[in-house]
């Protein structure tokens, strides 16, 4: 199959070697990275490919489709302006493939597995230790930098997105924005974040109780009485979905599974997203774990399971993990380190 790909983490995937400026074309057993001269000594240190530079990538991309007489090339149509893409089409026929690449990349091989096992290894010691200075009396400004600090372990490593530092009825909000408000002891605190291991990312949310003493433990008590019921509905659900999944289960499954224990529970309308999305080189990937998505779970899929109850101007739970499907068995990444 003759295919060619625009994006930088597809690009890595094929060669180890990406640019924001590049494309990879892969004809027969040739494999192309085009990128433009900022980057070529770059490439031809790193790509496992053959690198050829040039000012406009899409030019060149149709002189090698000319040169190896291609009938017909695979293409993610998605991802490319009318214009570029109608330049392809002049040289050659192109077929359309949605979401080639993450379909490509749905499965992980052991190798990936390892890489993302490690980000969530790390990622979650990084949870572990800001649980340490997490103190009462600073804004969630204050509190996301400090813990994007410890995340990156002070700019060493990458994170895999925008941390989110939600605090009581900001945590309401499932994509929150960090504001001016104060946390004290009794509060409702909300993370989600994630670090990047040789490229492949990591997720995890945790909400927690303020007291003396911060635990990132999923076994959290509040001392609000609504707080506590909502937040043990959303951990059985959860555990109740971790617990369904399992190679040849529909990712819809898994998703009606946790919205039942919520829904049954009362608070079905306050469950706002869907139950997770695949993680890898990028954050959100196949599988999405939704209502609608047919797909089944297979050997070496990497997704998250994290269900959520957001109460307008009160507060929001979330509880998100990292699961693996490896050797026919769900494993949680990270779950309680």
Known sequence: MDYIL???????YECGWSSDNALFLSVGDRRYVITDGRYT?????????DVIEAKDLIKKARELILKHRLKRLHIDPTNYSKKDYESLKKVTNLIDAPFFSFKKRIRKNKNELNLIKEAAKEGALAFREFSKIIED????????FRFKEVLTKRGKRELSFEPIVAINENAALPHARVSNK???????LLLD???KHKRYCSDRTRTLFVGDNVSMSK????????????YDIVRKAQEKAIRAVKVGVRAKELDKIARDVIEKAGFGKYFVHSLGHGVGLDIHEFPFINSRNETRIEEGMVFTIEPG?????????RIEDMVIIEDG????LSEEV
């Open 219 to 230: 076994t959290q008590k509040f001392s609000n009485k609504e707080i506590q019921k909502v």
């Open 41 to 49: 000594l770059e490439a031809k240190q790193n790509a496992k490919a």
């Open 193 to 195: 974040a994630g670090i």
């Open 137 to 144: 009396g600073v804004d969630e400004f204050e509190l996301s």
């Open 6 to 12: 625009n994006k930088e983490n597809e690009i890595y």
């Open 182 to 188: 104060v946390l004290k002891k009794g509060d409702l």
């Open 309 to 317: 109850i957001y109460i307008p101007n009160a507060f929001g739970v």
């Open 329 to 332: 068995k769900v494993k949680v």
